[in-house]
C-alpha cells in the first residue's frame, strides 16, 4: 500500500495522550519512509469544544463556532506535524489545494477542517478521491463499527467488513440520533461515489495503525467498496 | 434591507444573455451605493459542464471534475467582477475567509465554489450564516419554488410563501429525481440551522432582482425561518 | 485619541470570562465607530500553556513550542474577532504587513504572537511604533504597575506615573525573577526608543479600558516617555 | 535533454481532442520520469475566445478581456495538471515566481498566461531564459513555420531549420497582418536576447513532442539561435 | 480629476533627493485627500543598476537581471510607501490583481515591475487601461517630450501636444538609439489600443505634478490619444 | 554533518564582492549536493544603509527603517538565490514558516529579516533551533570571536573555543559599546536556551566556509554549548 490518508479524530489530542500521539507519528514516520505518501486530517476536539462554547455564549452564529472549530483543529494539526519533523508539510494546508500541493511534492500535510458546514471527516473523504487513495483509515475512539451501539449494549461485536449499504443501515438504527457519529452524510457520499477503500480503527490503540498500514486486515471496520 | 447574499445560477453565464449580465451587474451596484452589504456566489453552468465533461472522458475523478467546475465558476465571477467596476472585490474569493475580508471591508465579492463535494448553493447559505445576512437571493432558472414540477405540469403553480419543512417536501416529491434541482441538502441544512430567510426568484429576470432588493414581496417564493 | 494599539493578556481567553470579552469587544466597537484607528495583539493564555505542556512532554524543542503559543494566541484572535463583527479585519493577520495592511484599510486587526523567540508584547510595542500609535494600552491581569510585587506585598501601591527607566527598575527589583513579568527587555526598548506613551491597565476590568480609551487618566500606571 | 518550456496552443483545448491531450500528458509524464525538468504554458483557446466576446459586448476594456482570457488558459491549466496526476504542481502558477519554485522542486508546473498584454508565447520564453532550458517546443496548430502562409499557398514548404532572423523574415512578410500568428515580437525579444533553443511543432500530433524529448530532429522547425 | 495613475522615474529614488521625493509624496497625499484615486509605479533606479551589475557579473542571465531590478524598484516602492503613511496600499503590490485590489479599496498603491521583460512603463500604462485612468503621469527626468534628443541639440523645443503617432515618430528618429528611452514599444501599444490620456513631465520638479492633477495643462507634453 | 543554518553578513553583498558571493554560493551547492539541509539568512548590508539614511533624512520612523533593511537583505537574499541557482528555493521566504516549508522540502532558503525590532542573527538562531541544526555558521566580517576589539589591540587574538558565557564576558568588555557587534542579546538568549552548536568564520574568507561544512575545526571560534 502505497496511498493512504488517515483520518485522527481529534479526542486524541489531550495532555494525557501526548503518548499515543507520539507513538501515532512514529508509525506514520515509519511508513512514510518507504516511499508511500500520506496525508493526515485532524479533528478539534477538547479545544474545539471549549471554543465553540465561549462562542455560543458571546451569542455567536453556528456558522463562526464552526470556524473557531476549524482553528482549533489546526492547532492540533500544527502539534502533530511538529511530532513528524522534517516529513511534515509545513504550514499547516488550510485549503484542499495545499493538500494536493503536499501530497504531489511527497510530503505529509496534516490539517484540520476547511470550511464551516463539512466535517473533518468529509475533508478526509475528499481528500481520498482526489489523491486517488489506496486506503482511507478514519481513527475514532472505537474499536471499528458495532452491529449495536456498544454503550447501549455491551456485548455488541465489531462488524469485520460491511458494504456501504451495511454502513448507512448501522448508522440509520434505532438508538439515540447524534449519540453515535462515526461519520456524517456527506462523507458517506464522497464514499460511496467515489468507491474508497476505508477501515475504521481505534486512535487509541496505534498498533492498529501500524497494523493497517502494514498491510494486514487483522483489525478494524473494513468498508467493502 | 442592508445585508445580501446573491447565489446567481452559472446558466445566465453565457454569450445570449450578456444583456442580461450587466443588467444584473446594474441592479446590484445601485443597491450598493445605498451603503448596503452584498456578496455574490455564482455558479459554473456550460463552462463548468464542459470542462467536467472532458475530464470525464479523459478518466479523471469525480472529484477533479468537482475541482474543474468550481474553476469555471470562477471564470464566471472574474467576467461578473468586471461588470461591476470599482465596486467588486478582486482578485476572486478563494476561500471563505476571503468572501468575509470583503464584506467586512465593504466591497462587493464575487465568487464560485470552494470545496470538493460541496455546491455554490451550500457556499451561499454558509456566507449568508456567517455574514448576518438578513436576506439570501437565490437566483435560478425558473421563477420560485413550484408546488409540483413545471416541466411536467406546466399549470403547476408557485408558492409565494412556504416553510422550509414545505420546501423538503416539496423537493422530496415524486418527479425524476435529479431533474429539478433548486437546492441540494447541506445548502438545506445551514438555512435550517441558521433561520435564514431566503427567497428564489428568476435570475434571467433582472426586475425580479431589483424589487426583491428594494424590500418588496411582489416575486419569488420566500421562506419562513 | 484616535490612533491606539491594545495588549490583551491572554489569561482574560477562558470561558469563566466570556462576559469579559464581551464587553472588551463592546468597548473597542464603540471607541472604533468615532473614526478612531485600532489594532489587538493577544496572548496565548490557557491554551497556549496547554500546547506548550503537550509539545514539552513529547520533547519538541522550545521554538516549536513558541509557534505552538503563536497557534494558541491566534484562536485567541479569531474569537475576538468574531465579537468584533463587521469591524473585525478578517483573516487574522499572521505578519506584521497584516497588521500595517488593516490598520491603512481602517478595520481592526486582532492578531497574536508573529515569530518564536519574540513576546506578543513585543509585538504590539513594535506595531505601536510601525503605527504611529498616540497610546499602547497594556491590558493585563493587575491594575497597573506595583511600586513592589502586589504578591508579596499586598500594601504596595500602583505607581500612577512613571518614566521608562523608573520602569527598569520596578521589573529589575529584588523579588523573584520571572515572578512577576510585565513587560520584557525586547518590548521595553522598542517603547524606549520609540518613545511610546504606554498605560498598564487591569484587561478584567473593562471599564477601565473605556476610561482609557475616552482619553481620562483615572486608572493604570501610565509611562511618561 | 533534461531542462524543457513546452508552449501548448489554447486550441488542443477542447472536447474533440481530449483523447490528444491525454496522449501529450502521457508523453510528458514519461519523459518527467526520466529525471528531466519539464514546463508547460498552455494558452486559453476556445473558452477565452467566449469569454473575451462576452467582455466585448459588454464593453469591458481590452486589459479586462487579456485578464479573462488569462483566466480561461488557467482553467486549460487545471485540466491538463488532472492529467499529469501526481506529477503536477498543484495549484496552478500565477506568478512567474511560482513557475520558479516548482521547477526547482522538480514538479511540472502547468500554467497559462501571466499578465494583461503579454501573450503565452512571451510568458514561454521568458520561463525558458529564467529557468536556464535547453529547449523551448512551441506546440502549435501547424507542423512547423512555412516559407509561406500554408493556407495562401497550399504548397508552402516547412522550413527544417532558420535564425532568428529568418523567421523575422518569414513573420513580417507580405501575406495579410494578424492572420498566421505563430509568435509576438515581445517573444521574440527574449528567443533572441537570451539565444534560446527552439522548435515549432504540431500540437494536435503528440508523436511530433514525444520524437522532440526524446532529442531527435525528424520534425518540426529548429531555431539556430 | 479622480482616477490617476502615475510613474515615478527611479532616478529619482537616490540620497540625493529625499526632498524631492517627500514632496513628491506630500503632492500625492493631497491629491488623494479630496477622495480621488490614485496608483503609482516606480522603477528601480541606482539600485536595480547596482544589482544588475552584480548579477551580470556572476553571469546570471538577463531574466533573472531583471527580476533583480523588479526587487529593487519594489524597495523603491517600500520608501515611497512609507511616506505615504496610512494612505498607502501595504505591503507593496507584486501581482497586476494586487493594484486592482487597492484601488478598489481606495488606498494607494506604491509597486515597481511585475515581470522580466516587462518595463515599469508597460505596468503602469497596463493599469491605466485596466483601471479606466483619466489619466497616466509619466514623472521622468525631463520635462517632456522634445522634439529632438535635448542632449545633442540643446536648442530643441519640447512639444506640448502630440498624438500617439507623433510620439512614435520622435522615438523612432535618426539620434542614436537607446539613448533617450521615454517609453518602449509594450507600452505605446497598449497606450495606443486603450487611447489613454498620457503627459510626461518632469518627476524632479514636483511642482509639474502638483499642477497636473490639479488640472491644469501648464506642463509637460500631452499625447492626444 | 547534515544539518547546517548559515548567516552570512550583509556587508560582503556590494560589487567589489561578487567573486567571494559566487565562490559562497559555490561552497554552499557543493555541500548541498552530498544530501545536506541548509539555510541561508543574509544581512541589508550597504544597500540597507542607504536605505535606512533616506527614510532617516525623510523623518520615517525606526520600525519603519527597520521594515526597509529587511527589504534590503531580500534583495540580496534574491542574488545569492540566483547564484544558486535551480537548488534555491524560490521566492525568497518572508515568514519563519516559509524557512521551514523550504527546509523540509529539502531546497536551500535564503532569506534575510523577518521582522522589525530582530537582527538577522536573531532569525538565524531561530531557525537553528527549530530546524535542529547541528551548526549555526555566523560568517561575519572577521575571523572569529576577538579576546580583545581586534580594531583596538591589533594583536588581540581569536578565541578557538569559548562557552557562551565567555561569549557574553567578551561582548561586555571594557571597549566602546556599540562598536564591535557580532551578536545581539535575542540571538544569544536563544543560543542559550537551545545549546546550538556556533561557529563564528570570516564570509571574505570562503575556504573557512568550505572547511567548517566539511566537519574540520580548523578555522573560526567555536562555541561549546
Not at 117 to 126: D, E, K, L, T, Y
Request: hydrophobic share 45%; glycine share 8%.
Amino acid at each position: 500500500m502505497e496511498r493512504v490518508v488517515i483520518k485522527l479524530t481529534g479526542k486524541v489530542f489531550s495532555p494525557e495522550n501526548v503518548k499515543t500521539l507520539t507513538e501515532l507519528a512514529r508509525v506514520i514516520t515509519e511508513f512514510k519512509r518507504g516511499r508511500a505518501k500520506v496525508a493526515v486530517v485532524v479533528g478539534g476536539g477538547e479545544t474545539a469544544r471549549r471554543y465553540i462554547n465561549m462562542a455560543l455564549e458571546a451569542g455567536i452564529s453556528l456558522g463562526w463556532q464552526d470556524i473557531l472549530g476549524i482553528g482549533a483543529s489546526r492547532l492540533n494539526a500544527m502539534l502533530f506535524s511538529a511530532m513528524l519533523g522534517d516529513h511534515a508539510y509545513y504550514p499547516v494546508p488550510t485549503r484542499i489545494e495545499d493538500f494536493i500541493h503536499a501530497w504531489n511534492m511527497n510530503k505529509i500535510a496534516v490539517g484540520g477542517g476547511l470550511q464551516p458546514g463539512q466535517s473533518s471527516n468529509a475533508v478526509a473523504a475528499s481528500l481520498a478521491e482526489l489523491l486517488n487513495a489506496e486506503l482511507l483509515v478514519n481513527a475514532t475512539t472505537v474499536d471499528g463499527v458495532y452491529e449495536r451501539d456498544p454503550r447501549v449494549e455491551p456485548n455488541a461485536r465489531i462488524l469485520k467488513e460491511l458494504t456501504i449499504d451495511d454502513l448507512k443501515r448501522v448508522l440509520m438504527q434505532s438508538y439515540t440520533p447524534g449519540r453515535y457519529e462515526l461519520i456524517d452524510p456527506v462523507a458517506l457520499s464522497i464514499m460511496e461515489r467515489a468507491s474508497l477503500n476505508v477501515v475504521f480503527i481505534n486512535a487509541f490503540k496505534p498498533y492498529m495503525l501500524r497494523s493497517v498500514l502494514s498491510g494486514e486486515r487483522t483489525y478494524g471496520s473494513w468498508i467493502k467498496p
